[in-house]
């Protein structure tokens, strides 16, 4: 079983940046992607960001490339969003998940976390 806890959510004003972390336990780390997704009230979980066990493979929605940076840090197996330039649409609950292949499709995650919420006041 893997489990994943996200944390570093908050409000924020529009503009600003925020960083989220997940921090990933009970299975060997450095086999599986991470990803971040988002849900906004009324809305489908939607991609965001997501990373392979090898740091330098990144993925990202075109709605947030150029603002938000993933990273991981598989010593410590953490996962991180860095978000700047927040906008108002980027007001959702964000979740990290796991999973032993390499796709960002939300349906081939097996392991997520609780979310946490992302406020952007504009």
């Known amino acids: 079983q893997v489990q994943l806890v996200e944390s570093g959510g908050g409000l924020v004003q529009a503009g600003g940046s925020l960083r989220l972390s997940c921090a990933v336990s009970?299975?060997?780390?450095?086999?599986?992607?991470v990803g971040w997704f988002r849900q906004a009230p009324g809305k489908d979980r939607e991609f965001v960001a997501a990373?392979?066990?090898?740091?330098?493979?990144?993925y990202y929605a075109d709605s947030v490339k150029g603002r938000f940076t993933i990273s991981r840090d598989n010593a410590k197996n953490m996962v991180y969003l860095q978000m700047s330039s927040l906008k108002s649409e980027d007001t959702a609950v964000y979740y990290c998940?796991?999973?032993?292949?390499?796709?960002?499709?939300?349906?081939?995650?097996?392991?997520w976390g609780q979310g946490t919420q992302v406020t952007v006041s504009s």
């Open positions: 998940a796991a999973e032993a292949g390499s796709t960002t499709t939300k349906n081939d995650y097996d392991y």
């Open positions: 009970g299975r060997p780390f450095s086999f599986f992607m």
């Open positions: 990373i392979t066990w090898n740091p330098s493979n990144t």
